[in-house]
């Protein structure tokens, strides 16, 4: 059988283990990328590691997510990074010049090879042909101190397009269709490659939206071939020279194949609260929107902002809806100046914001109360807008500019014969704002503002954990849920004492003060615990608080590795029906836990108020079951030497 694109990718780069689904392999790190949010613990990891400087072949360190400085703290984290870019061999992508996704798939992003980043929708640039994974800080921090990435072979899916997307129907209506059909978990332990004739029609900025949003699906990445489009896309980026060709083998084999016509699409929506409640655009129609929001690393690129300007051209955003933009770059932010785009989004009415990440994650533009928000970005989980009770809609463009314009949720094909969109064959190149690390590195003296605080270390796991039951939840919670994001808790993210004072706030506010009392504490929860984020703050921050062990049906793949990072044990539940025996407040204990970690064995719970005994299974590779026994991955790497 021959190789797919995926497949071709991982043989070039795999350092250890079999290409076997499930077994656990390890690759190569070709770049990483790292944002503020994530990237300040990132960088103290990195240090602690003890390395002089990135021994991955490029690293970007971007500033977009923190950016709206209401406290200092956001400003003292930008220094430190801007220091331990340049201390450390480290590309600097200054605030302002754009959301890390978008400028690393414009700049750096190229065809087979692969990129490691501290952000869960790190796998956009496999819109061109890159294997991109997400995952927490410290595998990034690890990368860069030259180690490989491990992770569990995943499978291999096609996705077949065919057809051609119809007027008014956009990327965006294809993942959503996909999420739609599948739902927030199918994706785990799958990279999602896509392939068929459809493809010739999608630039590789729409498919960039696609493979962003697989993250929502929970898949390891999505990847697409590198083809004629991104030799065009590469060509207008004046990066030729980065274009190689990657197709599948003609007889490449795949674990499964879904096939879309996307030819017979129709604009899709998601719901309040989940990017997997989908429905058509024409079925929610009248819906009165307060907000409406354009931008994120889903939807900002050149094409997106064009087409938003061309349907607002000459006309006015509706009197009760606040309208907002955020371009992806400072590229496409200069661009939209010097056709007149912008002016023409400014005439009707757009509040124009940074070209960062913004109310994507909460920073800033918070909805009003009870508010309705429509956004072109890729999560509506509750609250994540800043505001509790808002409910929050996920759309394309052409979607959000109609709603925006009538006041109400409206089908763009209401507007009738569509815009025409033409981006430009030359990209505008300027990377003033990406700033090289100097040669004389050793002078560079970190600045390490007095909101960065030490790295809270931990012992090894114990062989016996009792503590107290924390909190019961459902499916699917988020790490927005475990760790709130937004202008209220991100300047906290280099300060995990104070930080942790707000873990699960949003479902439990005495969750801080109950975990604390307690000393040591357990999580219960249902299927594909810790989806979304890569944030590592929803594993460290409960750790610190005393978190021993989660207890769930199932876990989403990047939140497992950060539990395992920071010595947290993350225990399946052989039957999922045994959830009813945990009661929030009751004495659990776990014995033999090493011995159980050591052999991939089960253990048993036992539950003091119920006296019941509930079995729970570690399944961990070989290297996590040592990482988790040594207490987390920065105590197994020191201790190896
Ligand atoms: C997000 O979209 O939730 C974020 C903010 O980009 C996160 C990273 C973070 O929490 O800093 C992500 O997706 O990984
Ligand atoms: Fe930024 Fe939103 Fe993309 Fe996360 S999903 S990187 S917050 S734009």
């Not at 929001?293 to 061309?310: P, Q, W």
């Not at 009392?517 to 409960?542: K, M, T, W």
Request: charged content about 25%; proline content about 6%.
């Amino acid at each position: 059988m021959g190789k797919s694109v995926t497949e071709k990718i991982i043989a070039r780069h795999l350092v250890g283990g079999g290409a076997a689904p499930g077994g656990g392999i390890a690759l190569c790190i070709d770049q990483t990328l790292t944002q503020d949010a994530t990237g300040t613990l990132a960088f103290l990891q990195f240090e602690a590691l003890g390395r002089d400087r990135t021994h991955a072949g490029l690293s970007v360190s971007y500033v977009d997510h923190n950016t709206l400085q209401a406290v200092p703290e956001n400003a003292d984290d930008h220094r430190y990074l801007e220091t331990t870019a340049a201390r450390y061999g480290v590309y600097f992508s200054r605030p302002g010049n754009g959301i890390c996704h978008q400028v690393h798939l414009e700049r750096f992003a190229v065809p087979g090879a692969t990129l490691l980043g501290s952000d869960s929708h790190t796998p956009t640039s496999g819109g061109l042909g890159m294997l991109a994974i997400g995952a927490g800080g410290l595998d990034v921090a690890a990368a860069m101190a030259g180690e490989p990435f491990y992770l569990a072979m995943p499978e291999v899916v096609l996705v077949r397009l065919a057809g051609r997307l119809r007027p008014w129907v956009s990327a965006k209506d294809i993942i959503l269709e996909v999420l739609r059909r599948f739902g927030v978990g199918w994706g785990r332990g799958k990279i999602l490659e896509y392939g068929g004739q459809g493809l010739a029609w999608l630039s590789v900025p729409e498919r960039a939206t696609i493979a962003n949003m697989g993250t929502e699906l929970g898949a390891t990445s999505s990847v697409f071939p590198s083809d004629a489009r991104a030799r065009e896309f590469l060509s207008a980026q004046r990066r030729v020279r980065d274009w190689r060709p990657l197709l599948p083998e003609r007889d490449a084999g795949y674990a499964h194949v879904v096939d879309i016509d996307v030819g017979k699409l129709e604009p899709l929506i998601a719901l309040p609260h989940s990017p997997d409640n989908v429905r058509r655009v024409s079925e929610m129609k009248g819906i009165r929107v307060d907000q409406v929001c354009i931008g994120s690393c889903t939807n900002s690129s050149l094409r997106d902002m064009l087409e938003a300007a061309a349907m607002l051209k000459g006309r006015t955003i509706a009197p009760h809806v606040s309208f907002t933009v955020s371009p992806g770059s400072k590229q496409i932010f200069r661009m939209m100046a010097r056709c007149g785009a912008l002016d023409l989004m400014i005439a009707a009415g757009a509040r124009m914001l940074e070209n960062a990440c913004g109310p994507c994650i909460g920073m800033g533009q918070a909805p009003p109360s009870g508010g309705v928000s429509l956004r072109t970005f890729n999560r509506n989980f509750k609250g994540r807008s800043g505001t509790p009770d808002a409910e929050i809609y996920l759309a394309s463009t052409a979607a959000a500019v109609a709603s925006a314009l009538a006041g109400e949720i409206t089908d763009p094909r209401k507007l009738g014969a569509p815009v025409k969109v033409r981006v430009p064959e030359r990209y505008l190149i300027d990377d003033r704002m990406i700033v090289p690390p100097p040669k004389k590195r050793a002078a560079v003296r970190i600045v390490k503002g007095p909101n960065i605080k030490p790295l809270p270390r931990f012992g090894k796991l114990s062989d016996r954990i009792e503590g107290e039951l924390l909190l019961v939840c459902g499916d699917n919670v988020s790490t927005d849920d475990i760790m709130p994001a937004g202008a209220k808790f991100l300047p906290l993210r280099s300060n995990i004492p104070a930080l942790a004072e707000h873990v699960f706030e949003r479902i439990d506010p005495s969750f801080a003060r109950r975990a604390r009392e307690a000393g040591s504490g357990f999580i219960v929860a249902g299927d594909n615990y810790g989806q979304g984020s890569s944030r590592e703050h929803a594993a460290l921050a409960p750790r610190f608080l005393g978190v021993r062990a989660v207890i769930a049906r199932s876990f989403a793949r990047i939140h497992h590795a950060n539990l395992v990072n920071f010595g947290i044990a993350p225990l399946t539940l052989v039957s999922g029906d045994d959830l009813r025996h945990f009661l929030r407040g009751d004495l659990l204990r776990v014995e033999g836990l090493r011995a159980a970690v050591s052999s991939g064995g089960e253990v048993r719970i036992r539950t003091a108020r119920r006296r019941a005994e509930i079995r729970a299974r570690v399944s961990l590779n070989e290297r996590s079951r040592k990482i988790l026994l040594a207490g987390g991955l920065l105590n197994f790497i020191k201790e190896r030497g």
